[in-house]
């Protein structure tokens, strides 16, 4: 982990030491799009599916439970979380098919990890805007897409068609726990999607309260 990541890991041990214990019951009024992303998941039979910034393990638990037949592995960078993740996950019983790790977003060696270095599926949710070498972070999730793969983001939009006030404040205050919405997502989605051979698909969400983007790799 370069100096860096190690900064930014104890900065957000720091913002999770105490939030992590509530983060769920908070965050589920205003992460839009998750658990839509989370259906749209459908990974094979067998299939791998990787969350990178798992948090709390609150969406792998979930997607868990909803694809019985797949293999579901996650890790974050902020060890405080992953405390609460790991405790979620032997609560839900699912410490069998649910695998967490310490890593940074940036620059990830899922093999050494894992045990393994591509997925059927990658998500990101709403981890895009926490993460200071974000383009960093999607170039490193979609070299992990196995053939036929996808990765699916989701994270705040720029709220374009909601009033201005909104956004100012909403903003404001995202600004307190080192969240910052990423105003060429698009661009950048795009530019991966073209180096990576992948597919690249974008849409606004909730008047663009939040952003969702799939890259799909084909098959060989």
Known sequence: M?????????RMDAVYATQRHIYDLTRKYYLLGRDALLRDLAPPAGGAVLE?????????IAAARRYRHAQFFGFDISEAMLATARANVARAGLSARITLAQGDATGFDAAAMFGRDQFDRVFMSYTISMIPGWEDAI??????????????????GQQEQLPRPWRRLLFAWLAKFH?????????????????AGLEARFQPLYR??????TLAAGRD
């Open 2 to 10: 370069t100096d860096g990541a190690r900064d930014h890991a104890r």
């Open 52 to 60: 990178v910034g798992c948090g709390t393990a609150r969406n792998l």
């Open 139 to 156: 170039a490193a999730a979609a070299a992990v897409v196995a053939p036929g793969g996808t990765l699916q983001i989701v994270d705040f």
């Open 179 to 195: 969240v910052s919405p990423r105003a060429d997502l698009d661009r950048v989605i795009a530019r991966v999607a073209r180096a």
């Open 208 to 213: 663009g309260y939040a952003w969702r983007a």
